[in-house]
């Protein structure tokens, strides 16, 4: 398996765990994880060695707070020292939470939108110039930057109005990065899932988002596109 890194942020037991594992098992012989938690942490490394076969896989984990930019800066230091720089970054961070008009608080809606755009803003940062000059460097990469993202930007939910506000503006910036810098040879775009995520439902299960998110990123070089809508 070549040497190739996919960096996973968000990393858990649906999306990130799927997402990471089918990877892996196609391209990617180094995965970075991060996530809040160390025990879970943990428990995604354990499965994807697992999943993949001993040896197959050299995996490294980083528990921190992705709106704690210098933590995640550090991270991302160690991370690049021991694999390089990544081909693909995943970016699957979010925080679910009920959000009522008038007592959710503007301290929450600020830390949404640091997980789900500012902290998304600075891997882009450190990491869409080195993907671009990886696409002019190397005609074999395939760099990108693929987002997690959901129905909610068109649909918000009032129920939910703060993860739908935050997730409108990432969306925006995806797009935005997506216009500048995906004719320069890096694929950005979102994997839009369209509702809840369950391992019991035939269209939006983690197995099947992964299968998707994998075919969506190898047809890009053919015929690439913003967005692929699970």
């Known amino acids: 398996m070549s040497e190739k890194t996919i960096l996973v942020l968000g990393a858990g037991s649906g999306i990130g765990r799927s997402v990471a594992t089918l990877f892996a098992s196609k391209r990617f012989s180094n995965v970075v994880l991060i996530a809040r938690r160390a025990e879970q942490l943990e428990v995604e490394k354990k499965a994807l060695e697992e999943a993949i076969g001993a040896g197959k896989v050299n995996v490294k984990t980083y528990a921190l707070d ?6 995640l800066l550090k991270a991302l230091d160690d991370a690049d020292a021991t694999f390089g720089k990544p081909e693909v970054v995943f970016y699957n961070a979010a925080r679910v939470l009920p959000s009522a008009f008038f007592e ?37 990469s395939r760099p990108a930057l693929i987002v997690t993202s959901s129905a909610l930007p068109h649909h918000p939910i009032p129920q939910l109005f703060a993860l739908s506000l935050v997730k409108a ?25 369209g509702g809840p995520v369950s391992p019991d439902d035939p269209e939006r299960n983690p197995k099947r988002i992964a ?12 015929e690439p596109s913003f967005e692929v809508v699970i």
């Open 66 to 71: 992705l709106t704690k930019s210098e933590d």
């Open 211 to 222: 299968e998707k998110t994998w075919e969506w990123y190898d047809a890009a070089w053919a």
């Open 104 to 140: 959710h608080s503007v301290e929450d809606i600020e830390y949404d939108l640091k997980i789900n755009v500012s902290a998304l803003y600075v891997v882009s940062q450190r990491y869409v110039p080195h993907l671009v000059e990886l696409a002019k460097s190397d005609a074999s």
């Open 169 to 193: 503006a990432q969306r925006n910036l995806v797009r935005s990065l997506s216009m500048t810098y995906t004719p320069e040879g890096v694929h950005i775009g979102v994997i839009n899932v």
